[in-house]
T-cell receptor, first 113, second 116 residues
Framework: EAQVTQNPRYLITVTGKKLTVTCSQNMNHEYMSWYRQDPGLGLRQIYYSMNVEVTDKGDVPEGYKVSRKEKRNFPLILESPSPNQTSLYFC????????????FGPGTRLLVL | AQKITQTQPGMFVQEKEAVTLDCTYDTSDPSYGLFWYKQPSSGEMIFLIYQGSYDQQNATEGRYSLNFQKARKSANLVISASQLGDSAMYFCAMRGHGGATNKLIFGTGTLLAVQP
């Protein structure tokens, strides 16, 4: 089954404790992206990757890191989480840059205390 | 700047009736794509339908159709024969042609409640 998977689905952590949210897709998509969803603000792009070893900042990259060592994986790293990073996070992938549909993972709910 | 506007924070519809969710957009790109996603209470984002700016016909996917009026810059979602399982948050989104981000610009969403 073609899908985007994220782990963990739910995470509670404390300020400053490094964490990684994994994202994997099995559709051989070149393009991957991370979004965060906050009430009243909708979804905003954090980082994106056009292909292996090619990543760039989205609209709200502060406090996040990403890597793209393999085509299928695009982990999101919070080196020192803060309470304002409490949010619902989505990973998405698409075949390319044109109008191809972006398929979303199931989401990761993060609470930073 | 690109922008998506959804003016209906919430709507009710009776089961088996049709409902239209409004979406207007603003862009200066000549080529763009419009998307609708459904987000049930479980949180996942489910792709529903896509309309390209150069498509001559309105997109349809089962009970979903997109009423695309390019001159008015509107891309309303029509759900026919509503079902209880259609109760969810619905987001309109746009992707412009220019740039490498492939970023989707989302509206603030419309919460749809289907009543039996």
């Amino acid at each position: 089954e073609a899908q985007v998977t994220q782990n963990p689905r739910y995470l509670i952590t404390v300020t400053g404790k490094k964490l990684t949210v994994t994202c994997s897709q099995n559709m051989n998509h070149e393009y991957m992206s991370w979004y965060r969803q906050d009430p009243g603000l909708g979804l905003r792009q954090i980082y994106y990757s056009m292909n292996v070893e090619v990543t760039d900042k989205g609209d709200v990259p502060e406090g996040y890191k990403v890597s793209r060592k393999e085509k299928r994986n695009f982990p999101l790293i919070l080196e020192s989480p803060s309470p304002n990073q409490t949010s619902l996070y989505f990973c998405a992938s698409s075949a390319g840059l044109a109008q191809e549909t972006q398929y979303f993972g199931p989401g990761t709910r993060l609470l930073v205390l | 700047a690109q922008k998506i506007t959804q003016t209906q924070p919430g709507m009710f519809v009776q089961e088996k009736e049709a409902v239209t969710l409004d979406c207007t957009y603003d862009t200066s790109d000549p080529s763009y794509g419009l998307f609708w996603y459904k987000q049930p209470s479980s949180g996942e984002m489910i792709f529903l339908i896509y309309q390209g700016s150069y498509d001559q016909q309105n997109a349809t996917e089962g009970r979903y159709s997109l009423n695309f009026q390019k001159a008015r810059k509107s891309a309303n979602l029509v759900i026919s024969a509503s079902q209880l399982g259609d109760s969810a948050m619905y987001f309109c989104a746009m992707r412009g042609h220019g740039g490498a981000t492939n970023k989707l610009i989302f509206g603030t969403g419309t919460l749809l409640a289907v009543q039996p």
